[in-house]
């Protein structure tokens, strides 16, 4: 069973940004598409950034131009760049691997925007 573990999050000012980090314990080249979700309280979890193993990315219309989606397959590792935080992106934020026998899901890491 893969393992998917995110860090890097924390409370951030507006304006600020964070970095998440998504280690993926097997191969992150088995995995077609990953990607980066958020669940805010009281809301459904949503997609944030896509990218696949071609280098596709998508992006959900709230954060086009402030995040950025990237992997590096040397370190098994996939990351976001936050940038020009605002309350609203406060969530929890989960990555995710799919693949066509597997769809994991790490354990989430809180990012927090506020003043």
């Known amino acids: 069973q893969v393992q998917l573990v995110e860090t890097g999050g924390g409370l951030v000012q507006p304006g600020g940004s964070l970095r998440l980090s998504c280690a993926v314990s097997r191969g992150i080249f088995y995995y077609n598409i990953m990607g980066w979700y958020r669940q805010a309280p009281g809301k459904q979890r949503e997609m944030v950034a896509m990218l696949t193993d071609t280098g596709t990315t998508n992006y959900a219309d709230s954060v086009k131009g402030r995040f950025t989606i990237s992997r590096d397959n040397t370190k098994n590792t996939m990351y976001l760049q936050m940038n020009s935080l605002k309350p609203e992106d406060t969530a929890v934020y989960y990555c995710?691997?799919?693949?066509?026998?597997?769809?994991?899901w790490g354990q989430g890491t809180q990012v927090t925007v506020s003043s």
């Open positions: 995710n691997a799919v693949n066509v026998r597997e769809d994991a």
